[in-house]
């Protein structure tokens, strides 16, 4: 069994397998410009994050019913789920799909279905993060917000994703004004490609609970310095970092020294069917690359639990992180 753990960075559309993307495209009739799955994943050779992000938004056009993005969400449940996930926080991104006229109830209400049946099927416990694309202009991402509002029961939180430089989280400051009014908790990407400029305006104008990879901070001795004090969780993805060249080897991850410099790390997958591994295959790549050890990887487990949206179930996080103590390595 691997050592249990909270995933709090999983894009859904990012799960997306080759082999359940045509099929969905032979269900909807969608034509993809691939021949099949083997081309597909030759395709998988990213430069930078923009290439990524041209084949992600490409894909993802085969999702159009609720029943797609049940199948999606629940795909994923059943992996994570044998990569010792207990509970996941998962991204979606509206604005991707009702670009291409997919109703954002169509998105909410399929995943939600499959998140509903999660714990009693998978064994585990969810959230849902609707994340706003930085790359498209503050007003859209109010119309999202608003799209969203009957459906918020099924939201826990907001975050900000796509293309990072050029877009600096203050772009953002109305919606995240709003999301708070609302009670959502707040999240944000930065710090990947952006500058350690970019993970500071996310906490003072965005107000943000967690930084999503953060990975830059490195690079400003007194925000890392502020991130340890505050106790402010970090959501890092090594093997994403390396597809999308963040880092040029796993074995020069900042990992280890983020980790030494007393910084609340955890280790999620971002985008696993593109980036080569889910969760657990993240952990293994960083013990492996970087020569951590066990209570090293137990530290981020329980950094998981400890920086899960589970405010409303501490009962929750205390089973949960009583499950990483006890754990045995085998
Ligand atoms: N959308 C999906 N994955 C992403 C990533 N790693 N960075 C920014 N936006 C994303
Ligand atoms: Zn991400």
Same mark, same amino acid.
């Given at each position: 069994?691997?050592?249990?753990?909270?995933?709090?960075?999983?894009?859904?559309?990012?799960?997306?397998?080759?082999?359940?993307?045509?099929?969905?495209?032979?269900?909807?009739?969608?034509?993809?410009?691939?021949?099949?799955?083997?081309?597909?994943?030759?395709?998988?050779?990213?430069?930078?994050?923009?290439?990524?992000?041209?084949?992600?938004?490409?894909?993802?056009?085969?999702?159009?019913?609720?029943?797609?993005?049940?199948?999606?969400?629940?795909?994923?449940?059943?992996?994570?789920?044998?990569?010792?996930?207990?509970?996941?926080?998962?991204?979606?991104?509206?604005?991707?799909?009702?670009?291409?006229?997919?109703?954002?109830?169509?998105?909410?209400?399929?995943?939600?279905?499959?998140?509903?049946?999660?714990?009693?099927?998978?064994?585990?416990?969810?959230?849902?993060?609707?994340?706003?694309?930085?790359?498209?202009?503050?007003?859209?991402?109010?119309?999202?917000?608003?799209?969203?509002?009957?459906?918020?029961?099924?939201?826990?939180?907001?975050?900000?994703?796509?293309?990072?430089?050029?877009?600096?989280?203050?772009?953002?400051?109305? =919606?995240? %004004? @709003?999301?708070?009014? $609302? +009670?959502?908790? #707040? !999240?944000? &990407?930065?710090?990947?490609?952006?500058?350690?400029?970019? =993970?500071? %305006? @996310?906490?003072?104008? $965005? +107000?943000?609970? #967690? !930084?999503? &990879?953060?990975?830059?901070?490195?690079?400003?001795?007194?925000?890392?310095?502020?991130?340890?004090?505050?106790?402010?969780?970090?959501?890092?993805?090594?093997?994403?970092?390396?597809?999308?060249?963040?880092?040029?080897?796993?074995?020069?991850?900042?990992?280890?020294?983020?980790?030494?410099?007393?910084?609340?790390?955890?280790?999620?997958?971002?985008?696993?069917?593109?980036?080569?591994?889910?969760?657990?295959?993240?952990?293994?790549?960083?013990?492996?690359?970087?020569?951590?050890?066990?209570?090293?990887?137990?530290?981020?487990?329980?950094?998981?639990?400890?920086?899960?949206?589970?405010?409303?179930?501490?009962?929750?996080?205390?089973?949960?992180?009583?499950?990483?103590?006890?754990?045995?390595?085998?």
């Amino acid at each position: 069994m691997p050592l249990p753990k909270a995933e709090l960075h999983l894009h859904i559309e990012g799960t997306l397998e080759p082999e359940l993307a045509f099929a969905l495209a032979v269900r909807n009739g969608v034509t993809l410009p691939y021949a099949d799955t083997d081309a597909l994943r030759e395709a998988y050779r990213f430069q930078d994050l923009q290439s990524f992000l041209d084949l992600y938004y490409g894909l993802m056009t085969v999702l159009r019913t609720e029943a797609d993005f049940e199948e999606l969400a629940d795909a994923y449940l059943a992996r994570a789920a044998a990569q010792g996930v207990r509970h996941a926080e998962i991204f979606f991104d509206p604005q991707a799909h009702t670009a291409r006229g997919v109703d954002i109830g169509t998105v909410v209400e399929g995943l939600g279905r499959a998140l509903d049946r999660a714990r009693e099927r998978h064994g585990v416990t969810t959230r849902l993060i609707l994340c706003f694309l930085r790359d498209q202009s503050a007003e859209s991402a109010l119309e999202t917000l608003e799209a969203a509002e009957p459906y918020l029961h099924r939201i826990t939180g907001v975050g900000l994703d796509s293309a990072e430089v050029g877009h600096p989280p203050r772009k953002f400051a109305a =919606v995240y %004004e @709003a999301a708070a009014a $609302l +009670g959502l908790r #707040r !999240v944000a &990407h930065a710090g990947e490609e952006g500058p350690a400029d970019y =993970v500071r %305006e @996310a906490l003072d104008v $965005l +107000g943000v609970e #967690r !930084v999503d &990879h953060g990975l830059r901070c490195v690079e400003d001795a007194d925000l890392v310095a502020r991130l340890v004090r505050d106790r402010v969780p970090l959501t890092l993805c090594p093997l994403s970092n390396v597809r999308l060249r963040a880092v040029d080897v796993l074995e020069e991850h900042p990992l280890p020294r983020m980790m030494d410099a007393g910084l609340l790390c955890t280790v999620n997958s971002d985008d696993p069917a593109y980036f080569g591994g889910y969760v657990e295959d993240n952990f293994a790549a960083v013990r492996q690359a970087l020569g951590l050890g066990e209570e090293r990887l137990r530290e981020l487990a329980r950094n998981s639990f400890e920086a899960a949206f589970l405010d409303d179930d501490e009962a929750l996080r205390a089973a949960y992180l009583a499950e990483v103590e006890a754990y045995t390595f085998p």
